[in-house]
C-alpha cells in the first residue's frame, strides 16, 4: 500500500511537472529570443506576458469573440491568437521606446546601452503593470475552461495507483511544444530567421551585408514579446491573475534562460522544463513551501558547476 | 517729554494687544465653535488600493462609501449640529512600508482626522497602527492577527475574532455541523495553510492542543509559500491520507481556485470531501468568476463576519448601488466601522478624536445601532480593543451563492455534510 502511493506520487508529480514545466519552457523561449537576439535585458517580459492573459481573456470571455469554440476549445484558439496581438504591441514597444537604448545606436557605448536598458524595461513594466490597474481592474480574472478542474485518470495497474493528467495543462503544453517547434524552424529554415540570427552574431556585419539590423531586432523583439504572451495566454487557462501577475513568472523565465544558457533558444526551453520539474519533484521530499528554493539550489548548482547553463555551448544560438 | 511719550506708547501697545487678545480669543472661539459643532467631520479608510491586493481595498472602500452616504442622507451627525461625514481615502499600496508611509501621509495631510478604518492584511494593519496610535486617531479594523491588540495601544479597535480566536471555535463549530448533518463524530483532520500570519495563526494552536482536544487526529498538515503554482503535491497527499475533513486555509483568490480544482481533479471536490476555508475571500464573488461555481457547491468557509438574515435589505442596496453580486465581509466591516464612528460621535457630542476613542471604549450596545452588523449582535470592546463576544460565522456555497449555515441566529441555510 505505502509503495502503491509513493508511486502514484513520483507519477503524478512527474506529469505535473512536464506539463507545467513545458509552458515555463515556452515563456523562458520569448525571453532568450529578446535576450539572444538584442542583447536586451528585458524586466517588463513578465508583463508582456500578463498582457498575453488578458489578450486571451478578452478575446474568450469578456468579447466573447471566440465563444463559439466552446469553454473546451475556446481558452486554447485564445491563447494562440494572444500572440499576433502582444507581437503589435512589442512591435510598438520596441519602435518608439527600446530602439533608444538598444541595437546599434548604442553599439558604441561603453556599457553597450545596458543601463538604459534596464531603466527602459523596469519603466515599461511599472506602466503596464498600473495601467494593468487602471484598463483590467484589481478583480482576479481567468479564461474558464472545465478541462482546468479535471483530468484524464490513466490505471498503472499497480494497486490503485492512478495518473491524474489536467487536461488543461495537457493541452497546454502540448500547445507550448508546437509553438517552440514553429519558432524554431522559422529561425532555421527561413530567411528572415537567417537574418534574425545574423542580427544576434554581428550587427556591424549583418548590416555591411544588407540586413537591416533594426528591423531585425524589432522583430526579435515582437517576436519575444508574442511568444511570452502565448504562454500567458495558456497560463491563464488554469491560473487566475491581475495586473501584477508577471512579478510571480519573471524570476521563472530568468532562472530558465541562466539555466539553459543566455542566448540558447532551446537551451532556455529546458531550462523552463527542468524548473517545472523541480519544483514538482522536490515537493515529494521537501515541504511544499521550499518548493521554490529547490529550484534555487538547482539553479546554483548549474550556475555553479556550469556557468554558462545547460546548453551553453551544444544548443546553436538564437 | 519722554513720560507722555511713554504713557503713550504704553497706550497704543496695551490697546494692540488688547485688540490682539480680543482676536485671539475669538477666533479660539470661533475654533472651538468649529469643533464642537463643524460643518464637516473626516474620517479615513486605508486600504491596498493599487498593488495584489487592490481588490480588498476597493471593496473596503465601497463598504465605507456606502455608510457614509447613508449616515449623510439620514442627517449627519446630528450631536454635532448635522455635520457630514467626509471620507478620505488613502492608498496602503502593496507592502507593510507604503501602508506605514501612507499612514504618515495622512496624518500629516489630515488633522482634523476623526477616526479610520483598515488596512486590511494583519501585516498592514500593524504597521499603520503604529502611526495611527502616536497621533491617537481611533483605529477600527477586520484584520485577525493577535499581535494587532498585544501592544498596550489604546487606539485600536479589532472588529474580529483574532486569529487564535478563530482557531478555538472552528474546529468546535465544524464538529458540530458534522454531528448535527451525520450523527458522526469526524476524527481525521487534514490541514492545508499558506506560511502568512493569520493562517499560521490558526493552524498552530490546533496542532499544538487545539486538535487533540476535540479528538482528532491530524493526518495532513501541509504549509506552502504562496502564491501556488500548482497544488498536485498538496492534494495528492490529501488523497493519500483521506481525512474526514479538510481545512484550506490560503489568503488569496488565485490559490482557492487551484486548490478547489485540484481537489475537483482528484475526484474529492463539490462536497465529496468536506472542505472548511477561512477568511473573506472564500465568499468573494471573483471566486466564482475565475472557477466554475459548481466545483465549489458545498464548500464552507469560516470568517469574522457575514451579512445573515436581518442585514437582507443592506445587502440589496449594496448589490444596487456598485453592481457587485452580493455584500461581503471585506465590505461589510467598513460599514460597520464607519457606523460605530458616528455612535461614537453621538455619544461623545465631539470631533476631538480622544473623546470619539473614549466613547467607542465605553460601547456596550446590544441589538441596536451598528451592533446590528456584528454577528452576535453585540457591541463592546474590552480593555485591549477586541470585540467581545466575537462569533466566527460558516457560510457554504450554495446554488453559485454563499449562504450562512451558522450561527443560527443569522443562519440563512442549513448546512450540507456528506453522509459518506
Known amino acids: 500500500m505505502e509503495w502503491e502511493i509513493l508511486l502514484e506520487n513520483v507519477l503524478n508529480a512527474l506529469a505535473a511537472g512536464i506539463t507545467i514545466g513545458c509552458i515555463y519552457g515556452l515563456m523562458c523561449v520569448g525571453l532568450s529570443l529578446i535576450f ?68 546599434l545606436r548604442t553599439a558604441a557605448s561603453l556599457d553597450e546601452g545596458h543601463y538604459g536598458q534596464l531603466i527602459v524595461t523596469l519603466g515599461i513594466a511599472l506602466i503596464l503593470q498600473n495601467g494593468g490597474l487602471i484598463l483590467f481592474g484589481s478583480m482576479p480574472r481567468a479564461v474558464r475552461t472545465p478541462l482546468s478542474s479535471s483530468a484524464w485518470m490513466v490505471e498503472t495497474g499497480i494497486g490503485d495507483a492512478t495518473i491524474f493528467l489536467n487536461k488543461a495543462r495537457v493541452i497546454s503544453g502540448l500547445v507550448a511544444i508546437l509553438a517552440v517547434a514553429a519558432l524554431y524552424w522559422l529561425l532555421e529554415r527561413t530567411r528572415l530567421g537567417k537574418a534574425l540570427r545574423a542580427a544576434a552574431d554581428n550587427p556591424t556585419a549583418a548590416t555591411y551585408m544588407g540586413i537591416d539590423v533594426d528591423r531585425a531586432h524589432r522583430v526579435a523583439f515582437a517576436l519575444g514579446s508574442g511568444i511570452t504572451a502565448v504562454a500567458g495566454g495558456l497560463v491563464a487557462t ?36 527542468t524548473i517545472g520539474f523541480v519544483q514538482q519533484i522536490s515537493a515529494l521530499f521537501l515541504p511544499p513551501q521550499l518548493q521554490n528554493a529547490a529550484i534555487f539550489v538547482v539553479f546554483l548548482l548549474i550556475v555553479t558547476l556550469r556557468p554558462q547553463g545547460l546548453f551553453g555551448r551544444s544548443a546553436e544560438r538564437a | 517729554m519722554t513720560t507722555p511719550l511713554s504713557n503713550t506708547a504704553a497706550t497704543r501697545r496695551g490697546a494692540l494687544a488688547l485688540g490682539l487678545g480680543a482676536a485671539t480669543a475669538g477666533a479660539g472661539f470661533r475654533r472651538a465653535r468649529a469643533q464642537q459643532n463643524p460643518a ?34 439620514s442627517g449627519g451627525i446630528r450631536a454635532l449640529g448635522g455635520a457630514k461625514m467626509k471620507l478620505v481615502i488613502y492608498d496602503a499600496g502593496e507592502n507593510p512600508e507604503r501602508a506605514k508611509n501612507a499612514a504618515q501621509r495622512m496624518v500629516a495631510q489630515e488633522p482634523d482626522l476623526v477616526g479610520g478604518s483598515g488596512a486590511w492584511l494583519s501585516s498592514f494593519t500593524l504597521a499603520v497602527t503604529e502611526v495611527t496610535e502616536r497621533a491617537e486617531i481611533p483605529w477600527l479594523t477586520l484584520s485577525y ?48 495553510a499558506d506560511n502568512t500570519a493569520a493562517p499560521q495563526g490558526i493552524v498552530k494552536p490546533i496542532r499544538e492542543g487545539e486538535a487533540q482536544k476535540h479528538g482528532l487526529t491530524i493526518v495532513v498538515d501541509e504549509t506552502f509559500t504562496p502564491p501556488l503554482s500548482d497544488a498536485t503535491p498538496l492534494i495528492q497527499r490529501v488523497r493519500s491520507a483521506r481525512p474526514d475533513f479538510l481545512l484550506l486555509l490560503s489568503t488569496a483568490v488565485p490559490d482557492d481556485k487551484l486548490l478547489v480544482e485540484k481537489l475537483n481533479e482528484f475526484g474529492l471536490g463539490q462536497g465529496r470531501l468536506p472542505t472548511i476555508g477561512n477568511g473573506g475571500h472564500w465568499g468573494a464573488p471573483e471566486l466564482a468568476q475565475v472557477t466554475n461555481p459548481r466545483i465549489l457547491e458545498g464548500m464552507m468557509f469560516t470568517l469574522s463576519n457575514w451579512p445573515g438574515k436581518g442585514l437582507e435589505e443592506l445587502n440589496r442596496r449594496f448589490v444596487a448601488r456598485t453592481g457587485e453580486p452580493w455584500l461581503g465581509h471585506d465590505s461589510l466591516l467598513p ?86
Open chain 2, 145 to 192: 492577527a493577535d499581535s494587532i491588540t498585544e501592544r498596550g495601544f489604546r487606539y485600536v479597535f479589532q472588529c474580529s475574532p483574532t486569529s487564535s480566536a478563530q482557531a478555538r471555535q472552528t474546529l468546535p463549530e465544524v464538529l458540530a455541523l458534522a454531528e448535527r448533518a451525520t450523527g458522526r463524530r469526524p476524527r481525521r483532520l487534514g490541514m492545508i
Open chain 1, 238 to 273: 488554469y491560473l487566475s491573475f491581475t495586473p501584477f501577475m508577471g512579478l510571480d513568472f519573471v524570476v521563472i523565465m530568468y532562472a530558465g534562460v541562466v539555466l539553459g544558457g543566455m542566448g540558447s533558444l532551446l537551451g532556455a526551453f529546458w531550462g523552463g522544463l
Open chain 2, 335 to 420: 460599514y460597520a466601522d464607519m457606523m460605530i464612528l458616528r455612535e461614537a460621535m453621538e455619544r461623545a457630542g465631539s470631533a476631538d478624536r480622544r473623546k470619539v476613542a473614549e466613547a467607542i471604549r465605553s460601547l456596550d450596545i446590544r441589538n441596536e445601532g451598528p451592533a446590528l452588523y456584528f454577528p452576535s449582535r453585540h457591541l463592546k470592546f474590552d480593555q485591549r480593543g477586541r470585540l467581545v463576544d466575537a462569533v466566527m460565522v460558516t457560510c457554504q456555497w450554495r446554488g453559485g451563492v454563499p449562504q450562512v449555515v451558522s450561527p443560527e441566529t443569522i443562519a440563512t441555510a442549513q448546512a450540507l455534510w456528506p453522509r459518506s
Open chain 2, 40 to 73: 464637516e467631520v473626516k474620517v479615513a479608510v486605508l486600504a491596498p488600493m493599487s498593488g495584489p491586493w487592490a481588490r480588498q481595498g476597493i471593496l473596503a472602500r465601497l463598504g465605507a462609501e456606502m455608510a457614509v452616504d447613508d449616515i449623510n442622507s
Open chain 1, 36 to 103: 539572444g537576439i538584442m542583447r536586451v535585458v528585458n524586466f517588463a517580459q513578465g508583463d508582456l506576458l500578463m498582457l498575453g492573459a488578458y489578450a486571451a481573456f478578452y478575446l474568450v470571455a469578456a468579447w466573447g469573440v471566440l465563444a463559439f469554440l466552446g469553454p473546451e476549445f475556446g481558452p486554447f484558439v485564445g491563447a494562440v491568437l494572444a500572440g499576433p496581438i502582444v507581437f503589435a504591441s512589442g512591435w510598438v514597444l520596441h519602435r518608439w521606446i527600446v530602439s533608444r537604448v538598444s541595437g
